[in-house]
């Protein structure tokens, strides 16, 4: 199976502040990565796809980059709704392996 | 808007089998858009893909549970089932059906979750 490793795994940050979260995959995965929002005691949100690709209807402050075996999900500006937990997730092989998470609390 | 609902009894003992149904509404089992997805979360711990079908029926398992595991999917119902046979300590979690466009096959919209305890 591919590997995951996100970093860091707890991220204080205050509103309005500039997030990025690193994702590294034990092998390359092309571009077949997602990103995904968790807050507790809801399912995961679909932020970004395929790298880069914006999901329908998320805002724009969210946008992902990277190939091969590293990834960066980026956060222009800190919203109150946007602390939460982070995952990403690998499509390039099966099984769909996701990351351990990144927590995102208020500084 | 499409929205899946998972379905089944929160407490399972050792050995025995769990079973969940998700069902789909406002969108179809049967399309050919889409898989139907089971992905779990152990209390407090990441996720974890547990397998798909297709509404042809064609499947696919992740190897660490594929012993244990049948995904079915009832067009006429509208669902799609889980069944993890004898379950241990280490199946409690929060099982979310989901589905993935077939073109991107990335989880687009998810089930609320259901916690499922094994326990006697």
């Known amino acids: 199976d591919i590997q995951l490793t996100q970093s860091p795994s707890f991220l204080s940050a205050s509103v309005g502040d500039r997030v990025t979260i690193t994702c590294r995959a034990s092998?390359?995965?092309?571009?077949?990565l997602a990103w995904y929002q968790q807050k507790p005691g809801k399912a995961p949100k679909l932020l970004i796809y395929?790298?880069?690709t914006l999901q329908s209807g998320v805002p724009s402050r969210f946008s992902g980059s990277g190939s091969g075996t590293e990834f960066t999900l980026t956060i222009s500006s800190l919203q109150p709704e946007d602390f939460a937990t982070y995952y990403c997730?690998?499509?390039?092989?099966?099984?769909?392996?996701f990351g351990q998470g990144t927590k995102v609390e208020i500084k | 808007q499409v929205q899946l609902q998972e379905s089944g009894p929160g407490l399972v003992k050792p050995s025995e089998t769990l079973s969940l149904t998700c069902t789909v509404s406002?969108?179809?089992?049967?399309?050919?858009?889409?898989?139907w997805s089971w992905i779990r979360q152990p209390p407090g711990k990441g996720l974890e893909w547990i397998g798909y079908?297709?509404?042809?029926?064609?499947?696919n398992y992740n190897p660490s549970l594929k012993s244990r595991v049948t995904i079915s999917v009832d067009t006429s119902k509208n669902q799609f089932s889980l069944k993890l046979s004898s379950v241990t300590a280490a199946d409690t979690a929060v099982y979310y059906c989901?589905?993935?466009?077939?073109?991107?096959?990335?989880?687009?919209?998810w089930g609320q979750g259901t916690l499922v305890t094994v326990s006697s």
């Open positions: 989901a589905r993935a466009p077939a073109k991107t096959r990335y989880f687009d919209y």
């Open positions: 406002g969108g179809s089992v049967s399309s050919g858009s889409y898989y």
């Open positions: 079908i297709y509404y042809s029926g064609s499947t």
């Open positions: 092998q390359g995965i092309s571009s077949y």
């Open positions: 395929a790298a880069s």
């Open positions: 997730q690998q499509l390039n092989s099966y099984p769909p392996t």
